[in-house]
């Protein structure tokens, strides 16, 4: 993809995160977007939407869906979702 306003070009191996986590980032942010086309955002893609914004990585879940909680990735102590 290049991004014409600011003359960069980015590629998949931009970064050295692993192709797949890649891959499912771009589908979470995929789906949010369908989300919100759609103007229907169910709770658990809020939480993700959510884990994104506080700058974390979703990476699974823990318990039984939707009693559990969501597994997140940060470099922060304290991520802020409950």
Not at 8 to 23: G, I, M, R, T
Not at 28 to 36: S, T, W
Request: charged share 25%; aromatic share 10%; with cysteine.
């Amino acid at each position: 993809m290049d991004l014409i306003s600011s003359g960069l070009s980015v590629d998949k191996n931009y970064s050295s995160a692993p192709e797949q986590l890649l891959n499912n980032m771009e589908g979470d942010i995929y789906r949010l977007l369908c989300c919100h086309a759609s103007g229907e955002l169910p709770a658990l893609w809020k939480k993700v939407e959510r884990v994104y914004l506080e700058n974390g990585i979703p990476c699974g879940w823990r318990g039984a869906y939707p009693e559990g909680r969501i597994v997140v990735y940060s470099n922060s102590r304290e991520f802020p979702i409950e």
